[in-house]
């Protein structure tokens, strides 16, 4: 790979481990505020609402400007969004500008791949940049929570610079500080970050045309009898794990006394699993064979619901890992079949923006819900019952919906999949 790749990928990684650890640190602070145990859900709200809202836009403005450049103001975006929360204004709005930063984030940065490497060398990119991404999750999950313990708080709160007034005065703060250190550090790689030559493009003139255009897309990949179906379950998938990580946070704290700092930790064992689960899948499942992978997603609600029953940190750990490694086992291959019927149909940019705005718009949904159940003085145990009988139910409606496709259009969805095997060779 060129010297430029790495540059990019570095800046990747220490974004995306900002990005997860400041979500455990903004938990913290919180907490610290003695917000309602409902409240801090919404951290995960506010995040993607940008997300959802911007969908059809944020794409142009990243072939507006050089993709490094569209970075670099993202990362700036975020560090404002830290300094907001040390300044003492609201959590929620604080984080609400990370998330725009998130946003315009996204395509600049699978864009610049498509624009700086050969064809040829595509698929090792992506494996290197889903690579990072999850071990940044992993990493910067954990990474939140080592920086609220009170034992490395603590010595952190110690040291103070001479003649520096800074008013961080608490672990939460010390973290968000931290954290805004990192942005700074993915921003300073997006400036050494190669230009492409790739000419640029003027913002669309008609932002309701450009609203209209999506809206078509929207509607192309939801009639698709194999997008339909793929986009189903990664907008399920997404909606979940956004939710499983507050309710791992109360469950810990209910069934095994855990604090933020330790339940962190438990939140990067369930990445970890579906890390294991996503190398598995791309090593034994071929892209035509995607939908055969819905039951298991049926099957990790089921083991979510088992969660009740543990009160052993050598049970719990084993059952998140089995969580996750699940949904990263049915996860990959259909998000892998989704991007290949996005490709044919609008073209890989289009296809990530509608696939973004329907993720994001679950994540709203479902943890909307969740924190709706906790507000109304459900037990966290109800809740995880709920939440898992409702996975199993969605997932066992999508695979019946694949099914009477099969009956009803059987040689259309055939021939789809005949071009799906012959992608995948």
Known sequence: MPAGFYTIMAAQFFSSLADNALLVAAIGLLMQLNSPDWLPPYLKFCFVISYVVLAPYVGAFADRLPKGQVMFISNTIKVAGCLMMLAGIDPLIAYSL??????????????????????????????????????????????????????????????????????????????????????????????YIPRTGVALKALPSNPWATLKDFSTCCVRLWRDKLGQISLA???????????????????????????????????????????????????????????????????????????IFVRDVWIAVPLLVMIGGFAGFFVVPMNALLQHRGHHLMGAG???????????AS????????????????????AIVLFGSFITATMMLVRAWHRRNLRLHGEDVRELLAVARSAHH
């Not at 040829?120 to 609220?148: F, H, K, P, Q, Y």
């Not at 970890?272 to 298991?296: E, K, N, Q, W, Y």
């Not at 289009?350 to 994001?360: C, L, M, T, Y």
């Not at 994540?363 to 037990?379: P, V």
Request: zero cysteines; glycine letters at 10%; proline letters at 3%.
């Open 98 to 191: 990370v998330g725009l930063g998130a946003a315009a984030y996204s395509p600049a940065k699978y864009g610049i791949l498509t624009e700086y490497l050969p064809h040829s060398r595509l698929v090792a990119a992506n494996g290197w940049i889903e690579g990072l991404t999850v071990s940044s999750i992993i990493l910067g999950t954990v990474l939140g929570g080592v920086l609220i313990a009170p034992k490395v708080s603590g010595v952190l709160l110690a040291l103070d610079v001479p003649y520096v007034e800074s008013g961080v005065d608490t672990p939460a703060e010390i973290a968000i500080a931290i954290i805004a250190l990192f942005y700074v550090i993915a921003a300073l790689f997006n400036l």
């Open 233 to 307: 379950v990664t907008t399920l998938f997404w909606g979940a794990g956004a939710t499983l990580q507050f309710i791992v946070i109360t469950w810990a704290d209910a069934a095994l006394d855990y604090d933020l700092s330790q339940a962190s930790i438990l939140q990067g064992v369930v990445a970890a699993g579906i890390a294991a689960g996503a190398v598995i899948a791309s090593m034994r499942v071929s892209l035509d064979r995607a939908v055969t992978v819905v039951p298991l997603g049926a099957a990790m609600g089921l083991i979510v619901i088992g969660m």
């Open 350 to 360: 289009r296809s990530i923006a509608v696939q973004n705005f329907n993720e994001n």
């Open 363 to 382: 994540i709203l949904l479902m943890i909307w819900g969740y924190s709706s159940l906790i507000k109304q003085g459900a037990s966290i145990h109800l």
